[in-house]
């Protein structure tokens, strides 16, 4: 969804895009770089994961005569070094990636300086320079994303009765500050929503594909009970047979706003608990009130929405009981299907 969004963008400013995912078309990166003679290349790397897969693209780009831009959550956190001393690396583009590309790209084009481009990294005179942080884009003023760069239907996922689903999102960040989360460097703990029209465009694109459910891939979907409503409204008046689903935190709903979203096509919901111990979940900073665990889940299960349920297992400071809160509470909830993640950090050396 970010490469669509930063490509509609390049797209309306008059320049030429390739989106290439190696994740769902294997293509050879020698001849796609043979045939779109591209001027700019962009990596995306996702996590510590994805940094060797993106070094060995980077590299067959690279001896190409290619400028490499990585981009993505990770950048945002490991040190500049580990990125830099792979030799393959031109540009590191921070957070958002759409009005960074613009520039980027123009700059390439003419031969500009890089200096005065916000939200990059770079190497000068042997010295790796950081600019100025670049402010968020006002996302009311967001374009549609411009489906028409991929393949839509081979994203297409079956979950939960729908099986023609996408991840989608209406609104990006979160105000909290857990120390495990990638929300506190990436979206400087902000939450912004785009506008409802533009989301239900987006939609409406989709559906001309075969589109019948999505994910809300939002850090923290509806903020506002009115966002909830609201999104839910707009569909139903479309008349939209959508199977969705999306993220939240404990507190932030009651049975009647779970009651409306079910009717309204959602049939399930993800919360993120991350621990069963109210030791663990002060010390990282989660904030999510322990007693409303219950009665929320019970209550989904009462209006028909599957829950999913997150926990992280190691983290700084755990000890065997936290881990035993965390199972214990896992098991005791109804209707639910818990997700348990092994906490690790390892920056590695590209």
């Known amino acids: 969804v970010g490469l669509v969004s930063i490509g509609t963008y390049l797209k309306q400013s008059g320049h030429e895009v390739r989106i290439v995912d190696l994740s769902v078309s294997h293509q050879s990166v020698k001849k796609v770089i043979n045939e779109f003679k591209p001027d700019l290349c962009g990596v995306s790397v996702r996590s510590a994961k994805s940094v060797a897969f993106a070094v060995d693209v980077s590299k067959k780009v690279h001896r190409m005569g290619v400028p490499v831009v990585w981009g993505g959550p990770f950048c945002d956190q490991a040190p500049l070094e580990h990125f830099f001393d792979s030799g393959v690396i031109d540009v590191l583009s921070f957070s ?17 300086s890089l200096d005065d481009i916000k939200g990059i990294a770079f190497r000068k005179d042997g010295k790796i320079i950081r600019t100025e942080d670049r402010d968020f884009m006002d996302l009311s003023k967001i374009l549609p994303c411009d489906w028409s760069m991929v393949d839509v239907p081979k994203y297409f996922q079956y979950l939960y ?4 689903l996408l991840y989608l999102y209406l609104s990006k ?21 785009k506008p409802l029209e533009v989301f239900m465009h987006e939609i409406k694109e989709l559906v001309a594909y075969g589109l019948d459910g999505f994910y809300l891939a939002d850090e923290m979907a509806f903020m506002k009970k009115s966002d909830l409503y609201d999104l839910c409204d707009a569909l139903d008046s479309e008349g939209y047979k959508m199977t969705w689903g999306f993220q939240t935190r404990i ?6 706003d779970i009651q409306r979203a079910y009717d309204s096509g959602c049939r399930w919901i993800d919360f993120g608990i991350e621990s069963g111990s109210p030791r663990m979940i002060k010390k990282i900073g989660k904030n999510i009130p322990l007693d409303k665990i219950h009665p929320t889940f019970k209550w989904c299960e009462e209006v028909g929405i599957i829950t999913m349920s997150n926990f992280i297992l190691g983290l700084p400071g755990e000890t065997c009981e936290d881990l035993k809160c965390s199972v214990d509470l896992a098991k005791s909830l109804p209707n639910n299907e818990p997700t348990f993640l092994l906490y690790g950090y390892n920056y590695g050396s590209p």
């Open 96 to 112: 958002e990636g759409e009005m960074t590309w613009l520039e980027l790209a123009d700059a390439f084009e003419n031969g500009k």
């Open 161 to 164: 009765g729908a099986e023609k």
């Open 173 to 193: 960040g979160c105000p909290g500050h857990c120390s495990f989360c990638y929300n506190i460097e990436f979206h400087r703990s902000c939450h912004r929503r």
């Open 251 to 256: 507190g932030a709903l009651n049975k009647e």
